[in-house]
């Protein structure tokens, strides 16, 4: 282990035990409830050093422990249940979150999701009023990915990847080009001309509608 991985793991726990230590470890339900968030906040921060994850996640268990008994002892049993079902949530579906960004694992991380998991994703989205994206849709933009990739559409312009106008309006030229030559032919009455740069154009077309939704689900990754 570096050197410098166990200096940053003993400060973190070290500032955590001090404040769980204040007050001769007796700590009001504000308090400790401070305590808790921060403890989740190094988790979401250090969720790829596992040894200091699970070592918070631990600490995380018997604090909410506690607290439970102390809100018990205070009858505010409902309110601290009430206000841990939401981390409990979130806690359950981290690895999920953390996939969005990568539809083939978000793909395996949702399949992969237990009962338990299931069922809290179903009280988030019911409390939130948003929908993740579910797996099929991030399979048909895999595939589509692949299609887009891996023949002759790939040398369609994508508008969706050009950063300024200029760039925009170069990746759309083809588009307006045909456009263009089929008004050309249809006055010049050269039908087979006329068909062919149609049928070009709706390709174009219908290659950019379909990028266009592609383009849509990923900057929104919930629905």
């Known amino acids: 282990m570096p050197a410098s991985e166990s200096h940053d793991r003993e400060a973190v726990l070290k500032r955590i035990v001090e404040k769980l230590s204040a ?3 007796f700590l009001p339900l504000e308090q400790a409830y401070d305590v808790f968030k921060e ?3 190094e988790m979401q921060a250090t969720e790829d050093d596992h040894e200091l994850y699970d070592t918070l ?3 995380r268990k018997e604090l909410k422990k506690a607290m439970e008994a102390r809100a018990q002892e205070l009858g505010k049993s409902e309110d601290w249940a009430q206000a841990m079902m939401g ?3 979130m806690l359950m579906l981290r690895p999920l979150f953390r996939a969005l960004d990568d539809a083939e694992e978000y793909i395996r991380a949702f399949r992969a999701l237990s009962p338990e998991q299931i069922a809290a994703l179903e009280y988030w989205e019911k409390e939130s009023g948003t929908r993740l994206v579910r797996p099929e849709i991030f399979a048909a933009e895999l595939r589509w990915n692949s299609i887009r990739r891996g023949t002759i559409l790939r040398l369609i312009p994508d508008p969706e990847l050009a950063r300024t106008w200029y760039e925009r309006f170069i990746a ?3 588009g307006l080009v045909l456009a ?7 006055e010049n009455k050269s039908w087979v001309t006329a068909l062919v740069l149609l049928v070009l154009l709706l390709v174009v077309a219908g290659t950019w509608a ?3 939704v592609s383009f849509k689900r990923k900057s929104q990754n919930v629905s």
Do not use: S, T
């Open 23 to 25: 007050n001769g470890g």
């Open 39 to 41: 403890i989740e906040a």
């Open 57 to 59: 996640l631990a600490m």
């Open 87 to 89: 981390h409990d949530v």
């Open 172 to 174: 759309i030229l083809p």
């Open 180 to 186: 263009v030559g089929l008004a050309f032919a249809v």
């Open 210 to 212: 379909r990028d266009f």
